[in-house]
């Protein structure tokens, strides 16, 4: 009985760092495997997945400038954001951001540079059909006028203040992001139920929303989200919120690469390197040797 139960429980407790990294390896290797129509499908499906978390954060801080301190209104926005990496792990979707993680597998020899870097360019573009549209849903629905335009300010803001970073700060913020982002995901793989996977996704992910940090599929809702209210929103808008479309002039459509380019090389630093590279440094090095 007590050898049995010794198995049981070895089996519901979560795996040991040398087992994630294996598993991570594993399905770095399997991911390449699949065919175009599948990876494109599945990077859209975590850009919509993403944008949806992004889209409830937006709404959670709407009206909450000057009514709830700056730490925990943003606390609250990082933790309804997890929705996102909750839907892409327990969905089951593909996340350019969380794909670095990919670089255990090639760093060991198991696919190479030119099987990773296919994956990555089609799950990026599904990402960016996949945010980019449901952003677009999210405009013709209407729902960025909720609040009284609380919500639409609250995009407005955000879109713009991504739109103002300079390339060096977007790039850092975007490999601190990235940490954050790989950690969840690297801690899911471990998780053995849902339950265990959406508690460690939730801290790591809320923690780089509180602290500001830049990720590439995100700001691919939240920016172009903020421009379409800029071209398109009704003057009745613009006259609720005692504003004009000239007051977010600094929010472009080629601001927004300038965004988006830097966050994605800092997010494969951060994901792929600094996580990705070192574990495998830790666990698959030896072994590989």
Not at 20 to 44: P, S, Y
Not at 45 to 61: N, Q, R
Not at 121 to 144: D, W
Request: charge should be positive; include cysteine; charged fraction near 10%.
């Amino acid at each position: 009985m007590n050898e049995n139960s010794s198995v049981h429980t070895l089996q519901i407790d979560a795996l040991l760092p040398q087992e994630i990294a294996e598993r991570a390896e594993a399905i770095g290797v399997q991911k390449t495997r699949r065919d175009v129509v599948t990876l494109f499908a599945l990077g859209i499906l975590a850009g919509a997945f993403i944008a949806l978390g992004a889209m409830f954060a937006t709404t959670v801080l709407a009206g909450a400038q000057g009514v709830l301190p700056f730490g925990l209104s943003r606390l609250l926005a990082g933790f309804v954001f997890s929705l996102g990496l909750i839907l892409v792990v327990l969905g089951g979707a593909e996340l350019f951001t969380g794909n670095t993680l990919m670089v255990m597998a090639w760093a060991a020899r198991k696919l190479s540079l030119g099987e990773m870097l296919r994956a990555w360019t089609i799950v990026y573009a599904g990402n960016f059909v996949g945010a980019v549209g449901t952003a677009l849903l999210v405009y013709l629905s209407g729902q960025y006028l909720d609040g009284n335009g609380a919500v639409a300010t609250v995009a407005l803001q955000i879109g713009l203040q991504k739109a103002m970073l300079p390339y060096d700060r977007a790039f850092y913020l975007g490999i601190l992001c990235n940490v954050l982002v790989c950690l969840a995901v690297w801690l899911s793989l471990g998780a053995r139920s849902a339950i265990d996977k959406v508690a460690v996704i939730v801290f790591p992910v809320s923690a780089f929303v509180v602290a500001g940090f830049e990720h590439s599929v995100a700001n691919m809702y939240f920016m172009p989200l903020a421009l379409l209210i800029k071209w398109l929103a009704p003057d009745t808008l613009w006259t609720v919120l005692g504003q004009t479309p000239a007051n977010y002039s600094g929010l472009t459509m080629s601001r927004f690469f300038v965004n988006l380019i830097p966050v994605t090389i800092g997010n494969i630093i951060g994901g792929g390197v600094l996580v990705g590279g070192v574990y495998w440094f830790v666990y698959l090095r030896k072994r590989t040797a």
